[in-house]
């Protein structure tokens, strides 16, 4: 599981090598993004499911954040994951 600050964002497996999996139970987000640790945004997506699989095979080993936002622009939740190949 990622650590998150939202007890209804599930993320896994952490560290992560080629996907890692969301599950997003009882939020209403609607917009996803993937920061690197110098805080540039690295990917997005705005077609959001409750159950979600993101390809990070693409992305440099390292610690990343996501966050989500619903539709109001508000953030409803973050985590880090890491990404070991």
């Known amino acids: 599981m990622l650590e998150t600050n939202n007890d209804l964002i599930f993320a896994y497996p952490n560290p992560a090598s080629t996907f890692v999996n969301f599950n997003l139970l009882g939020t209403d987000a609607t917009m996803m993004e993937i920061i690197d640790v110098t805080g540039k945004i690295v990917y997005t997506e705005s077609n959001l499911n409750i159950k979600m699989k993101l390809d990070v095979s693409g992305f440099n080993n390292g610690s990343y954040f996501?966050?989500?936002?619903?539709?109001?622009?508000?953030?409803?939740?973050?985590?880090?994951?890491?990404?070991?190949k």
Do not use: C
């Open 66 to 84: 996501v966050r989500f936002v619903n539709n109001k622009n508000e953030y409803i939740g973050t985590a880090r994951f890491t990404i070991s």
